[in-house]
């Protein structure tokens, strides 16, 4: 039966094929997004990766991060759009129980693994083996919590709109409970404790370098580190304003009735969490000034040798802070 469209289907609507909470002019609008969105994180992010091959300059421990990040991007948005927009299309999920539980795994996965990548980020002071070891680390995290649901820990299932899958919000029992609440600890709260601590780490080191005016005698590093503390704290802006609804749709279906959450927000919270996918590269290029050499040589059809991406220390620098 049909409901109104501002609350969330009830338990005895199809779960495949059945009501949507959305018209089929909305479905439209969101896989208009979703193609739109799809085709600009997947060319950004083929651009980042082919700065990488061009050049090893920008090779680094921490820029490896940055690598994994695009690989995470490329995922979501080459597996999970086009099957949420094909679905869109048809007015609700196309690709049945087998579908929804792949679809909705893949993008866990690729969502957990991208939180963990994100908190290894700010990290520093770390040898190149330590930032290996996080970022596999950031990766088992991810297929770790992709996989519970899989195996009866909380369940997948189509989402309100009944065109994507996600975890199954319909039922609030103890093991839908306890996962969300095992999520958000571990793939919110920790990740952002872990940002706002790097960064007031590198802020404070900041202030003594300035205070003692000795900011004009350090090397390339520092700007390097430089770099990547704004980098940070444009991360964190975004890790907010993309995750924050999503871990309120949870804490809602948690702890409220899931039949009251109005279908506006159910579609919206899950399309900020994937939004990062095209958002991430302009982080990239706005915040680090070699991606920026190494993006517009890449526009101009500049050679390698045309290009400089330090202005004054050669580029095999290494990206150690300096001592202290």
Known sequence: MLIDSGVNISDDVAPY??????????????????????????????????MFVKFKELRTATNFIIIN???????VAGIGYPMSAASDIHGSWKFGHTGCQIYAAL????????????????IQKITA???????????????????MPTVGWAGYAPDPTGATCTINWRHNDASFISYTMAVITVNFVLPLSVMFYCYYNVSA???????????????????????????????????????????????????????????????IAPLFAKSSTFYNPCIYVIANKKFRRAIIGMLRC??????????????????????Q
């Open 17 to 50: 094929g059945g009501t949507s909470a959305l018209t089929q002019l909305e479905h439209n609008i969101v896989a208009g997004y979703l193609i739109m969105a799809g085709a600009i994180s997947l060319t950004s992010n083929i651009v980042v990766l082919l």
């Open 129 to 147: 083996q330590s930032y290996n070891l996080l970022i596999l680390a950031a990766w088992l995290n991810g297929a770790f919590w992709s996989s």
């Open 205 to 267: 080191t900041v202030r003594r370098y300035k205070s003692g005016n000795c900011l004009n005698n350090v090397n390339i590093d520092w700007s390097d580190q430089m770099d990547v503390t704004k980098m940070s704290v444009v991360m964190i802006v975004m890790f907010l304003v993309a995750w924050s609804p999503y871990s309120m749709v949870c804490l809602w279906a948690s702890f409220g009735d899931p039949r009251t959450i109005p279908a506006p927000i159910a579609i």
């Open 69 to 75: 990040l695009a690989f995470t991007d490329i995922g």
């Open 107 to 122: 993008n866990i996965f690729f969502g957990m693994a991208s939180i963990g990548l994100l908190m290894v980020f700010p």
């Open 302 to 323: 500049q050679t390698r040798q045309q290009i400089t991406i330090n202005n004054q220390i050669p580029m095999t620098t290494s990206q150690q802070p300096p001592t």
